[in-house]
């Protein structure tokens, strides 16, 4: 089975960097996605890792360590628009050559002014 | 190029009653998938398809039904609805299932069942 675990609620200020972190537990790991949300919409891909590192995509980046089971995202030069809820996903082999995502619950980051 | 869509946007139900959502795609990907999301539980999987004509149970599949008749259709069917099923629905679609193809998600529906 898959565990996921990342942090319910983070507040920062505007302008200040955040990391958001991941933990997960599975069999069969393949990658790591984030993924945004903002209220009432759809999750939209920001990043993924395949391999041990950090991923830069302008102001965010996502770092995996697949021996500790563990992800984060950086989001520098927060926005106000860069309030919603951040997802952790793990890609995992479920089976007749085929890979399932599994998401964790999310945590949603609010800005303030 | 539209992406994801799913129709309807909102419905309401109510217990018993039964209801279809159309989810379509024009990206030409062969995975498709169907999730809910609730509070406190993070997007769950219900039913996915590798193919046209090919379905697969996800975590959470009891009291739905698709089908893939289509290549860029995928439904899902509540044949009888309970109000635990109220929850927002969303589908997604992907070239391939490794870690480096993306699920792309259409715009949800939000059903509440009374």
């Known amino acids: 089975g898959q565990n996921i675990d990342q942090p319910t609620e983070m507040t920062a200020t505007e302008g200040a960097i955040v990391q958001i972190n991941c933990t997960y537990q599975?069999?069969?790991?393949?990658?790591l996605f984030w993924y945004q949300q903002h209220a009432g919409e759809a999750p939209t891909f920001l990043s993924y890792?395949?391999?041990?590192g950090l991923e830069e995509k302008g102001r965010f980046s996502s770092f995996l360590s697949r021996s500790k089971g563990y992800s984060y995202l950086l989001l520098k030069e927060l926005q106000m628009k860069d309030s919603a809820s951040y997802l952790c996903?793990?890609?995992?082999?479920?089976?007749?050559?085929?890979?399932?995502?599994?998401f964790g619950k999310g945590t949603k980051l609010s800005v303030i002014p | 190029n539209a992406g994801v869509t799913q129709t309807p946007k909102f419905r309401v139900l109510k217990t018993g009653q039964s209801m279809t959502l159309l989810c379509a795609q024009d990206?030409?990907?062969?995975?498709m998938y169907w999730y809910r999301q609730d509070p406190g539980m993070g997007l769950r999987l219900i039913h996915y398809?590798?193919?046209?004509?090919?379905?697969a149970k996800g975590e959470v599949p009891d009291g739905y039904n698709v089908s893939r008749l289509k290549k860029q259709n995928f439904l899902l069917g509540l044949e009888s609805a309970a109000p635990s099923q109220t929850s927002v629905y969303f589908c997604?679609?992907?070239?391939?299932?490794?870690?480096?193809?993306?699920?792309?998600f259409g715009p949800g529906t939000r059903l509440t069942v009374l």
């Open positions: 997604a679609s992907s070239s391939g299932t490794s870690a480096t193809d993306t699920q792309y």
């Open positions: 599975t069999s069969g790991f393949n990658g």
């Open positions: 890792n395949v391999l041990d």
């Open positions: 996903a793990v890609t995992a082999y479920s089976g007749a050559g085929s890979y399932q995502l599994t």
């Open positions: 990206m030409n990907h062969e995975y």
């Open positions: 398809s590798v193919g046209e004509g090919t379905t």
